[in-house]
């Protein structure tokens, strides 16, 4: 739903007023009890505020339990590093001791890389995330442009000689 909302570019105050409005049976019942001690605490009800009571309720500890094992083990492997740098960001919602801290976050991408690009990417100064990723795509890419096979040119062909002493004869 996120991502419907991101295209079409809807602010965080219509997403909830929207949200709100689809609920039904159970779930409209929750929140309507959970919005309501919200409001005599005191709290601001915003669309964060409601995704965070919402997953809190709705999604079970041990699926936060097994998307955090998954981005402990996050290895780049055969994929390449747009793919793994992908995976990588969308775990890090479920480690907001590592998400919060760019350090342990840059650390965390770097030690995921496979090890003869690590070393490449390590190679020089990297103060945030952002700069590792795009670092480590960019050596990638010189990297698979380095092992292309050579395309032969189109349009030309080459027609074998069979008498190789014709090639020699003055005119």
Not at 49 to 73: G, I, K, L
């Amino acid at each position: 739903m996120e991502e419907l909302f991101d295209t079409l570019e809807y602010v965080p105050e219509k997403r909830l007023k929207l949200v709100v409005l689809q609920l039904r049976d159970n779930v409209q019942r929750w929140w309507r009890g959970t919005s309501r001690i919200l409001r005599e605490s005191g709290a601001v009800i915003t669309w964060k505020s409601f995704c965070a009571a919402f997953r809190q309720e709705y999604t079970p500890e041990s699926y936060y339990n097994s998307r955090e094992r998954e981005f402990d083990n996050l290895k780049q492997g055969n994929m390449k590093v747009a793919e793994f740098s992908r995976q990588f960001s969308s775990l890090l919602m479920y480690v907001p001791h590592v998400s919060n801290q760019e350090r342990t976050k840059r650390n965390k991408f770097l030690k995921g890389l496979r090890p003869d690009l690590f070393r490449m990417v390590l190679y020089g100064s990297l103060a945030t995330y952002a700069e590792a990723v795009g670092r480590a795509v960019d050596i990638e890419e010189s990297l698979l442009e380095a092992h292309a096979p050579v395309q032969p040119s189109v349009g030309r062909t080459f027609q074998p000689v069979q008498d190789v002493s014709q090639l020699f004869q003055s005119p």
